[in-house]
């Protein structure tokens, strides 16, 4: 199973519409609940780390949310990478440089904060185009409903 071990506070910073909020656990509550839809009946393991201590319960599914309270969450996210025996299937999305560079060295995955953004929006465009009818044909469904 892959597991993603996420920089939210770094994730947080590449997405305008979450970076201009004025109330931080706004911007968090947000986040995960983005996280949940992306993630929604893919089978990873997902941890989310913030700095700073749990001001409200972000409540969501499918995410173990971390918060790193007097120390930054970088110590978090490195100490969780440690305690994984398969780290060939972890991928950390982060941007900061110290991030990347430790989980490169321990052979995990690495995707960029921004680059992960990106895939999260492209998927939320192909699954709205997915909802949407195709070729909807209005005379055709007047004929089909009897409808003049």
């Given at each position: 199973m892959i597991h993603y071990i996420i920089?939210?506070?770094n994730l947080i910073g590449k997405i305008p519409s979450l970076k201009n909020l004025p109330?931080?656990?706004a911007s968090r509550q947000k986040l995960a609940i983005m996280?949940?839809?992306y993630f929604h009946k893919k089978k990873v393991?997902?941890?989310l780390h913030f700095d700073?201590?749990?001001n409200q319960p972000i409540k969501v599914s499918g995410l173990k949310i971390h918060y790193s309270q007097n120390r930054p969450a970088d110590e978090k996210i490195k100490k969780e990478i440690e305690g994984i025996k398969s780290r060939s299937s972890v991928t950390v999305v982060s941007s900061d440089l110290e991030i990347i560079s430790y989980a490169k060295v321990?052979?995990?995955n690495v995707?960029?904060?921004e680059e992960f953004y990106n895939q999260m929006m492209i998927q939320n465009k192909n699954s709205k185009d997915e909802e949407k009818?195709?070729?909807f044909n209005s005379d055709e469904f007047k004929k089909l409903f009897g409808i003049e």
């Open positions: 920089d939210g506070n109330d931080k656990e996280l949940e839809r393991k997902l941890s700073g201590f749990e321990c052979g995990c995707i960029k904060s009818p195709s070729d």
